[in-house]
């Protein structure tokens, strides 16, 4: 059971927009702690996409955008692409555990 | 930009130890603080442990506490896990990452480690 709770699985077109939302608590994202997305492609490592919410590293296409409000988050991935496909975690930390926590990942298909 | 590779993972009894590295390569590694976190076969992420930079505190994930232990070796540009008291449950795809403000910048190609008889 993870701290932060994400979709099992999305799924979408080429070129249409999905959201992956990623919901916590008091203790993590409500307590102002930042949300940040990995994306993990088959057989890959994971790799930062999104970090603080809202930014991206350098090289992470402007399609992917984060927010977050309240305690949830969200991923949105516009023009989507084959490429596109693999896992997506988010990620804060949680001051009552005194842990990074993560979600269960979830799987986004390009059909 | 600094890169991470794991080494050390292997197949180890229940009840073993294996001890996992991680070099750091093109960058000042004393400055970094670090995570570990582990996959198991077909699972999600999961969090281990972290040591300061400049500060060397280090904290564990309770599932860890007691059985593994995060040190570093900066002279080295180097990284550890020792991890004692090994279960089958401790079966995962081992990665090392650099920590930013609490998030995870970069990411080692991971270790594979498999507790079984």
């Known amino acids: 059971q993870s701290v932060l709770t994400q979709p099992p699985s999305v799924s979408g077109a080429p070129g249409q927009r999905v959201t992956i939302s990623c919901t916590g608590r008091s203790s993590n994202i409500g307590a102002g702690y930042g949300v940040h997305w990995y994306q993990q492609l088959p057989g890959t490592a994971p790799k930062l996409l999104i970090y603080?919410?809202?930014n991206r590293p350098s090289g992470v296409p402007d399609r992917l955008s984060g927010s977050k409000s309240g305690t949830s988050a969200s991923l949105a991935i516009t023009g989507l692409q084959a490429e596109d496909e693999g896992d997506y975690y988010c990620q804060s930390y949680d001051t009552s555990l005194s842990a990074w926590v993560f979600g269960g990942g979830t799987k986004l298909t390009v059909l | 930009e600094v890169q991470l590779v794991e080494s050390g993972g292997g197949l180890v009894q229940p009840g073993g130890s294996l001890r996992l590295s991680c070099a750091a390569f093109?960058?000042?590694?004393?400055?970094?603080?670090m995570n570990w976190v582990r996959q198991a076969p077909g699972k999600g992420l999961e969090w281990l442990s972290f040591?300061?930079?400049?500060?060397?505190?280090?904290y564990y994930a309770d599932s860890v506490k007691g059985r593994f232990t995060i040190s570093r070796d900066d002279g080295k540009n180097s990284l550890y896990l020792q991890m004692n008291s090994l279960r089958a449950e401790d079966t995962a795809v081992y990665y090392c990452?650099?920590?930013?403000?609490?998030?995870?910048?970069?990411w080692g190609k991971g270790t594979t480690v498999t507790v079984s008889s």
């Open positions: 093109g960058a000042t590694f004393r400055t970094y603080s």
């Open positions: 603080a919410n809202n």
């Open positions: 990452a650099t920590v930013n403000s609490y998030y995870m910048s970069v």
């Open positions: 040591i300061g930079g400049n500060v060397r505190n280090t």
